[in-house]
């Protein structure tokens, strides 16, 4: 099994790592999360990355959720390792 990253982005300010990590986990094994954040307040800059446990489960994961909303945000998720958009 190849893990595989996953970009993120429409996350709101106040997003958590484990709020991320259980959207994507109906979706294959979540092995690492991090969220981007601010230096100065630690708040969400917008964005993370996700890795999931293959290469299927990331594409099914973007399938799924890439252009869906999440609070007032539109979600934009892809595969970061180049191998699809």
């Given at each position: ?39 100065g307040n630690q ?43």
């Open positions: 099994m190849s893990n595989c990253v996953v970009y993120v982005g429409g996350l709101s300010e106040a997003a958590s790592d484990y709020q991320l990590r259980g959207l994507l986990e109906a979706y294959g094994t979540v092995v690492h999360v991090c969220i981007i954040r601010y230096r708040k969400s800059a917008g964005y993370g990355f996700v890795q999931l446990g293959s290469h299927e489960e990331a594409m099914r994961a973007v399938a799924a959720l890439d252009g869906t909303k999440l609070g007032d945000n539109r979600l934009r998720l892809f595969v970061t390792n180049g191998l699809e958009r």
